[in-house]
């Protein structure tokens, strides 16, 4: 039978419990945390689960590119000095952060919430993509190119970048994007590769990943 701790209140336990569910906290850990919470003054923990709270119930996905914003349009979108026309595709909110440290990008992006990969039940129908091509659609087309809502925008996008992980779902995922928006006539390029297959665009250093998308090329299907 496992050991299983004790412990002298079932308020501390419900807690450990609570801080274990993160990913990559263990008990030990968790307890730790717990117990370094309780010697905090009030004030500072109350401010700590507030800031919890309103993460989880009042945060919002950007209704142009799926970013995690406090209002419904992300200030990326909402920025008049960035590049409308160049839109960065990539797998997570993370990996936009990547890429904005690297202060070698200045247009907009597209968040997938996640890749095509069916060995997890992901298919394209789980992710953004619907959302781009419409997106795209919308910015080729004679009625969307002068949108009140679409600051920056002179034109059709100049440029759709994949900038996806280098793995065999990542470049799976870029082909079939670039098969529902090929029809548009955009211009779809992917990511230079000083990255090495299979890296993540979130363990790239801002170096290697701001020349990668400085030196980006044409992707070939």
Do not use: W
Request: overall charge negative.
């Amino acid at each position: 039978m496992a050991y299983k701790e004790k412990y002298p209140s079932k308020l501390l336990e419900d807690a450990v419990d609570a801080i274990s569910s993160l990913p990559g906290v263990g008990r030990r850990s968790a307890l730790r945390l717990a117990l370094h919470l309780l010697k905090q003054p009030q004030e500072n923990v109350h401010h700590f689960t507030e800031a919890i709270a309103c993460l989880r119930d009042d945060v919002k996905y950007c209704s142009k590119c799926m970013m995690i914003s406090d209002d419904e349009i992300c200030q990326i979108c909402s920025d008049r000095s960035r590049d409308h026309r160049t839109i960065c595709v990539v797998e997570s909110v993370r990996d936009v952060m990547s890429i904005e440290n690297t202060g070698q990008y200045h247009g907009v992006y597209h968040v997938l919430g996640g890749i095509i990969s069916p060995i997890n039940g992901v298919g394209p129908s789980d992710l953004t993509i619907r959302e781009l091509v419409a997106r795209v659609a919308d910015l080729v087309s004679p009625e969307g190119l002068f949108e009140a809502d679409a600051p920056g925008i002179d034109g059709a996008p100049a440029e759709v970048i994949l900038a996806l992980s280098g793995d065999v779902e990542g470049e799976t995922t870029s082909f079939y994007i670039y098969r529902q928006i090929s029809q548009y006539g955009v211009k779809v390029s992917s990511l230079a590769r000083g990255l090495g297959f299979g890296d993540n665009l979130e363990y790239a250093d801002e170096l290697t990943l701001g020349r990668s998308i400085v030196n980006r090329q044409i992707f070939k299907p």
